[in-house]
Nanobody, 120 residues
Framework: VQLQASGGGLVQTGGSLKLSCAAS????????MGWYRQAPGKRRELVAS???????NYADFMKGRFTIYRDNAKNTVVLQMNSLKAEDTAVYYC???????????????WGQGTLVTVSS
């Protein structure tokens, strides 16, 4: 199982970026897909997650600026980020709580991270 993230880059304050993540491999079921971020010197924190039943969880700091989309059929998740601020600068990681085709309990998988830099 692999999670491939893309879409990071450099953007000015107030700009927008879209991050995409695709899960591939022998997957039976994906329970939740989401995004975390880690700024320099800080702990990794939740940005947003979306369950297969549509339930969505957003971090308070987003305040309506970010939207998470998920395509269950394609095993993809997208994070649309608008009104970006300098403090949004971080490495963004996608993750998925999924059950592999071999069965068993679900496990958490992580993508490689994509850097988002917001310049003021």
């Amino acid at each position: 199982v692999q999670l491939q993230a893309s879409g990071g880059g450099l953007v000015q304050t107030g700009g927008s970026l879209k991050l995409s993540c695709a899960a591939s491999g022998s997957i039976l079921s994906i329970i939740t897909m989401g995004w975390y971020r880690q700024a320099p010197g800080k702990r990794r924190e939740l940005v947003a997650s979306k369950a297969s039943n549509g339930n969505t969880n957003y971090a308070d700091f987003m305040k309506g600026r970010f939207t998470i989309y998920r395509d269950n059929a394609k095993n993809t998740v997208v994070l649309q980020m608008n009104s970006l601020k300098a403090e949004d600068t971080a490495v963004y990681y996608c993750n998925a709580d999924l059950i592999p085709s071999s069965g068993g309990f679900s496990s958490l998988y992580w993508g490689q991270g994509t850097l988002v830099t917001v310049s003021s």
